[in-house]
């Protein structure tokens, strides 16, 4: 099985070499790693007299300008210039933990898991607030999930991270492949799909990648703006699905850890991001409500704004 990794960048640092290197070392080899480079000037300037072509002889790298990104979009383009009958999707911040991650990663898909994706682990770094977002989002046990799960999991049935998630090629051809034009979320729109075709998503716990962010409040809250936002230009998809709920039982389950490492007094602070994070979703499921101007302001992805 020919295996692709697709991984869009845009103004890379030298955790970009770290992380090709980590691909070169993997058990699985690699056929070609298909970089999806936004703005050729970062990415030059990155690489000026690295002799990176010849090391890394199997990188593709395709240019695009910022106006021409999209999350959806982006990603399909880069399927188009793979032929690997498996690929790989990830992101420049992810690092692979182990040299075992795509072993085990496109290990588990078969006849009937179309998808799989990894367990994103906390960096050294990492705030509090962080780990205990990973650690609910992405615990230490594998899970299969099916069109069975929605009545109990709802949402997230169809969670999965293109930070690092793996798919067969064939099926993603017959299903249609990523969505060409959204903010966010393309991983979880071409998921539902799946599911709702009577596929599987597979969680494998057991690959892993290093991928974090401190975000500041007020980037929770745009990014979760964004998020709203590609929940309310696909009713088709989350329309009926709430997201609430988990919101909830991550605030029940950082409440349980402040008060077993006696540090109560870190939950206000924890539900006050949360505050935020809940405030961008809301006005991004409103947006259409929003004068342009504001929400031009508060989105990550203005280019999604003048394309529309």
Known sequence: MKID??????????TLFLLLDSLERQTVPVQNIILMNTERIYFEQLTAGAEFEKKYANVKVYHLSKREFDHGGTRRRGVQYSDGDIFVMMTQDAVPADRFLLERLTGALSQNVAAAYARQLPGKDSSEFE??????NYPDKSQVKTKADLEKMGIKTFFCSNVCAAYRRDIYEESGGFISHTIFNEDMIYASGLIRAGYEIAYVAEAKVVHSHNYTNWMQLRRNFDLGVSQADHPEVFGGITSEKEGKNLVKKAWKYFRENKCSYRFLGFCFQCGFKYAGYLMGKHYRFLPRGFIIRITTNKEYWMQK
């Open 131 to 136: 780990k205990i977002s990973r650690e609910f």
């Open 5 to 14: 990794v697709i991984i869009p960048i845009y103004k890379p640092d030298r």
